[in-house]
């Protein structure tokens, strides 16, 4: 399949824009959408685990303990859902 | 060996689908929706299709679950009616554009208010641009033979669109007619098995469907779809050149009844084409030369080939079964005029907005309509296109 990119010509597109390939949402880089944004504070972190599974765009890497990193920014857009789940205080919202 | 029959509309529909014997049917059980899934619920319950039947909550739900039936691979139909298809609007658009050959059966009826729900065309109407191919049906054998070639029409490479075949609400959905079948298995292989290129259940390619398409993108994928739509013409004689050489019956985009040295004519569709043919007989008998033009394929329209067939006639009037209240006239009178025009066909022509709420058609009434073409043929003038017959006043 021909890459399909912003100049491609109609010629080129597949019909009805389907995608002869899958997962590839990690393409579609979301973090420019954000106005505001998460900064993880780690040392109020407890690890308790509620603001990964909450979180829209996967933003919040799980290691192999199972415990959380900082966050992806390429996709995180900023929505606020891990801030307000944290029990801790360990996720503040800041200006872009 | 062909089967004679006598049958109603909706039930030469579920019989063409009983032969189509598709994977999945989602329908909304009850009113608005047709009798036609009712029909074909039976033939689910006894085993004499592969169907997946399922019985959705809403109209809007039953071209939702054709969607996804149809991207993962499969063939997928409903069929509904008036108000039920305006509930399935948003999906008509989604199932065309992600270029899905969904097949239904559209029994026409008005779209209410105030509630009416009786025949006339507005509810086809108001998905004329959505890019779905549309078919129309003077009786219940057309009806039939045109729900037997839509699937080879819509999943065809160059096409790849839904297609909806319409038939008059009660005048040809109830009304018991007699009608010839094919044997299931001739019908059966005719319609062939469909092979879809990529489809969602294919583990050997993964696909997704349906992406965001953005400002880069969407005037090119409608550009395609506008194109499929131009291919769907040469498609639609081939299949049906296919369909004469099995059952003997003729189709094209359109029929020209006694058109050839015609100096009026009519342009209508569906149940009325049969009213004014009894009239063009009866008048051709005293010597009166009319004819009849009667629209099989209104999407993809035939414009230019409409525009020939008409140009050597005096006066012409199209016949609209819904009014589209826009003070200019009726969709299938602006469609054939505006042919004309672009082809340079210069003949006065008017429009007749007729039958709304199933308001009943007599032949009297196609009469009153060649008399008046009669008169437009002689003077050449036409003092008002945006008529109306039937109406009380
Ligand atoms: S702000 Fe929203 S998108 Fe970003 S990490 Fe938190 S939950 Fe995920
Ligand atoms: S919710 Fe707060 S405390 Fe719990 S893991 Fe996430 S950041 Fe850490």
Not at chain 2, 236 to 245: C, D, H, V
Not at chain 2, 250 to 255: I, P
Not at chain 2, 296 to 302: A, L
Not at chain 2, 368 to 381: C, F, N, Q, R
Request: proline share 4%.
């Amino acid at each position: 399949m021909t890459k399909i990119n912003k100049e491609s010509p109609w010629q080129d597109l597949t019909p009805g824009g389907t995608m002869y390939d899958a997962g590839n949402s990690l393409e579609f880089k979301t973090g420019d959408w954000r106005s505001v944004k998460p900064v993880y504070i780690e040392e109020k972190c407890k690890q308790c685990g509620l603001c990964f599974p909450v979180c829209p765009e996967n933003a919040i890497p799980v290691n192999k303990e199972q415990k959380r990193e900082d966050f992806n920014y390429d996709y995180c857009k900023g929505c606020g859902i891990c801030a307000n789940v944290c029990p801790f205080d360990a996720i503040e919202m800041k200006e872009e | 060996m062909s089967i004679r029959e006598r049958l109603s509309g909706n039930e030469a529909s579920a019989i063409a689908m009983k032969q189509i014997n598709p994977d999945v049917v989602a329908a909304f059980p009850i009113t608005p929706s047709t009798e036609i899934p009712q029909y074909f619920s039976t033939f689910v319950s006894n085993g004499v299709v592969d169907t997946e039947f399922v019985a959705v909550e809403s109209e809007h739900s039953a071209m939702s679950a054709c969607i996804g039936a149809e991207a993962a691979g499969g063939r997928a139909m409903t069929a509904t009616s008036s108000n039920g298809l305006a509930l399935m609007w948003e999906m008509i658009q989604i199932a065309s554009s992600l270029r899905l050959p969904i097949v239904m059966p559209l029994v026409n009826r008005a779209i209410s208010g105030p509630l009416n729900i009786h025949c006339d065309h507005s509810d086809a109407m108001a998905i004329r641009d959505s890019g779905w191919i549309m078919l129309f049906s003077e009786n219940n054998q057309e009806a039939y033979d045109n729900l037997l070639m839509a699937h080879r029409i819509g999943e065809h490479k160059d096409v790849m669109l839904p297609v909806t075949i319409c038939q008059d609400g009660f005048i040809t959905s109830h009304s018991i007619e007699n009608i010839e079948l094919l044997e299931d298995d001739v019908a059966r292989k005719f319609v062939g098995e469909y092979k879809p290129e990529h489809y969602l259940l294919n583990s050997k390619e993964p696909i997704s469907v349906g992406p965001m398409d953005l400002q880069a993108y969407l005037f090119e994928h409608k550009y395609q779809e506008a194109n499929a739509m131009r291919n769907a013409k040469n498609v639609i004689l081939e299949i049906s050149k296919e369909f004469e050489k099995l059952t003997g019956r003729s189709y094209s985009l359109f029929e020209q009844y006694k058109l050839e040295d015609a100096e009026v004519a009519i342009v209508c569709m569906n149940s009325t084409a049969g009213t004014t043919k009894v009239v063009v007989d009866e008048l051709r008998n005293k010597g009166i030369k009319v004819g009849l033009l009667k629209i099989r394929v209104y999407r993809p329209f035939p414009a230019e080939e409409i525009a020939k067939a008409l140009s050597n006639v005096k006066a012409i009037a199209v016949l609209d079964r819904a009014d589209s209240l826009n003070a200019c006239g009726g969709a299938l009178f602006t469609d054939v005029t505006s042919g004309m025009f672009v082809n340079n066909v210069q003949i006065p022509t008017v429009n007749y907005i007729y039958g709304i709420g199933g308001r009943d058609t007599t032949s009297k009434d196609i009469e009153g309509v060649y008399s008046d073409l009669m008169e437009i043929a002689k003077t050449g003038k036409v003092d008002n296109p945006y008529r109306y017959f039937g109406l009380k006043s």
